[in-house]
């Protein structure tokens, strides 16, 4: 089984700061990952898929990187729509997801 | 635009077998670039995947979960379905179904709203 684990599970930041969410896999997954973005009461939005492709329509200052066991999800400028969970997700085998991100103010 | 809804029963008694069905609609489930997933989240937890299936019947699920869980697919109706057998309190949460884009994509673009199941006498 391929684990994903997150850090930190909890950030506490303010709009303007640049963030930094990583993930990492237990065993090398290429560059089979994807972000998420979920809000309280609503389903997890797709951000990046393959480790840094933006997904349509999601804005330019979310970016992902990273390839092998160590990923990075940045966000360059937090908005205050941005304050949300956040989650890693990998696909070598079978789905894995990470345990979450909390940003907060 | 393609949506996906779940439907099914939300409360459930402990032991017997949750159903949930997902309706695909604005779009066709007989896709080759797709799956279609389940994946839950217990109250206040993280996402937890269940398993996808895609359009001709090949299923894929979570190890730990894989005794207990079917996948089905209606291509005649556009959905596909999920059953979690021998269900306890460990499995109440939200259940949401999900389309799936395969590699080198791999990961979940679309997803129904969600529906709570609660497992309780």
């Known amino acids: 089984d391929i684990q994903l684990t997150q850090s930190p599970s909890f950030l506490s930041a303010s709009v303007g700061d640049r963030v930094t969410i990583t993930c990492r896999a237990s065993?090398?997954?290429?560059?089979?990952l994807a972000w998420y973005q979920q809000k309280p009461g609503r389903a997890p939005k797709l951000l990046i898929y393959?480790?840094?492709t933006l997904e349509s329509g999601v804005p330019s200052r979310f970016s992902g990187s990273g390839s092998g066991t160590e990923f990075t999800l940045t966000i360059s400028s937090l908005q205050p729509e941005d304050f949300a969970t956040y989650y890693c997700?990998?696909?070598?085998?079978?789905?894995?997801f990470g345990p979450g991100t909390k940003v907060d103010i | 635009q393609l949506q996906l809804q779940e439907s099914g029963p939300g409360l459930v008694e402990p032991s017997e077998t949750l159903s949930l069905t997902c309706t695909v609609s604005?779009?066709?489930?007989?896709?080759?670039?797709?799956?279609w997933g389940w994946i839950r989240q217990p109250p206040g937890k993280g996402l937890d995947y269940i398993g996808n299936i895609y359009y001709s019947g090949a299923t894929y699920y979570n190890p730990s979960l894989k005794s207990r869980v079917t996948i089905s697919v209606d291509t005649s109706k556009n959905q596909f379905s999920l059953k979690l057998t021998s269900v306890t309190a460990a499995d109440t949460a939200l259940y949401y179904c999900?389309?799936?884009?395969?590699?080198?994509?791999?990961?979940?673009?679309?997803w129904g709203q969600g529906t709570m199941v609660t497992v309780s006498s």
């Open positions: 999900a389309r799936l884009r395969s590699l080198p994509t791999g990961a979940f673009d679309i």
């Open positions: 997700q990998q696909v070598n085998g079978y789905v894995t």
């Open positions: 393959a480790a840094s």
């Open positions: 065993q090398g997954i290429n560059h089979n």
């Open positions: 604005g779009g066709s489930i007989r896709s080759s670039n797709y799956y």
